[in-house]
Nanobody, 123 residues
Framework: QVQLVESGGGLVQAGGSLRLSCAASGRTFSTYVMGWFRQAPGKERDFVAGMRWSGSTIYYADSVKGRFTISRDNAKNTVYLQMNSLKPEDTAVYYC????????????????WGQGTQVTVSS
């Protein structure tokens, strides 16, 4: 049974940083695509960043390029989202997701989801 457990959310001032973690278990994820999405109140769940577990492909939403970095630690089976220069518009619940085949920005491509972690950026 696949489990994705996010952590690391919290309250931070604009310009600050947070690092989100996604601990993955229940599968060998070496061929999976891992993604981060976020959902603000009253809005759709939007793509933030994604990568093949192998690290061969990494991509970001335009809104976070240059500020966010996705990475993974094989030994810990954990994917990270380092978020720098945070803005109030980054406030959302952040979700980790795993796709068995195709990833990309389409949330329908992802087969497994975590429960989410709240990120709040104050101005």
């Amino acid at each position: 049974q696949v489990q994705l457990v996010e952590s690391g959310g919290g309250l931070v001032q604009a310009g600050g940083s947070l690092r989100l973690s996604c601990a993955a278990s229940g599968r060998t994820f070496s061929t999976y695509v891992m993604g981060w999405f976020r959902q603000a109140p009253g809005k759709e769940r939007d793509f933030v960043a994604g990568m093949r577990w192998s690290g061969s492909t990494i991509y970001y939403a335009d809104s976070v390029k240059g500020r966010f970095t996705i990475s993974r630690d094989n030994a810990k089976n954990t994917v990270y989202l380092q978020m720098n220069s945070l803005k109030p518009e980054d406030t959302a619940v952040y979700y980790c997701a795993a796709a068995r085949r195709v990833g990309g920005p389409e949330k329908s491509n992802y087969d497994y989801w975590g429960q989410g972690t709240q990120v709040t950026v104050s101005s």
